[in-house]
């Protein structure tokens, strides 16, 4: 089974600039995660999308971060205006049910 | 706030050693799981433990997950440098939604030959 895909893999910005990230999950797989991963921290959950709704958004910063799940595929993370502070690898993860996910390689966004 | 305490923070072992590291928290998980991250790579599930008490084996790998669900212990026989990697743990909250894991910030482990 192919697992989950994720690009850009780097992407370096000025701050005040927008970037955004791609996530295709597994075939299937109705729960779709983002997490951003500062270093030498444990991944945080930003938002889970059911299928193409919103199920937990209570993490993103909503001012500058923006996600969406229009078919209930494929999902798009956005962050505008960058901050030195998003510096961070930001995770795509999927999964079926609740038994485990299974994450992307990451995207590692470096803002200068 | 629900947090996961993982220790040691850096671990640094030659072939061959035995190790054991650590999930604390003073609360209470439904479940927890084990996963290991290589450098530029997302985390991979390695275990989930649901019982208080449960021992979950995974090659040279065992899993403990506490009486009281509140913590857990990887331990790890014989270590090989294919073991180096970050291991983290994390915990999903009794009655939390699907998303709400909660990750430590991990134990970073490296095994020289």
């Known amino acids: 089974e192919a697992g989950v895909a994720q690009s850009p893999r780097y992407k370096i910005i000025e701050k005040r600039q927008s970037v955004a990230f791609w996530c295709n999950p597994i075939s299937g797989h109705a729960t779709l995660y983002w997490y951003q991963q500062i270093l030498g921290q444990g991944p945080k959950l930003l938002i889970q999308f059911q299928n193409n709704g919103v199920v937990d958004d209570s993490q993103l910063p909503k001012d500058r971060f923006s996600a969406e799940r229009l078919k209930g595929v494929d999902s798009t993370l956005k962050i505008q205006p960058a901050k030195l502070e998003d510096s961070a690898v930001y995770l795509c993860?999927?999964?079926?049910?609740?038994?485990?996910?299974?994450f992307g390689s990451g995207t590692r966004l470096t803002v200068v | 706030t629900q947090l996961l305490e993982q220790s040691p923070q850096f671990l640094s072992i030659q072939e061959g050693e035995n190790l054991t590291v650590y999930c604390n928290s003073s609360s209470v998980f439904s479940s927890l799981q084990w996963y290991r991250q290589e450098p530029g790579e997302g985390p991979v599930l390695l275990v989930t433990v649901v019982t208080g008490g449960e021992v979950k084996k995974l090659k040279r790998l065992t899993f403990q997950f506490g009486d009281a669900r509140k913590d857990s212990s990887l331990h790890i026989t014989a270590a090989q440098p294919g073991d180096t990697g970050l291991y983290l743990c994390?915990?999903?909250?009794?009655?939390?939604?699907?998303?709400?894991?909660?990750f430590g910030k991990g134990t970073k482990l490296s095994v020289k030959p």
């Open positions: 993860a999927s999964s079926r049910n609740t038994a485990g996910y299974t």
């Open positions: 994390a915990g999903r909250a009794p009655g939390g939604s699907q998303g709400n894991l909660i």
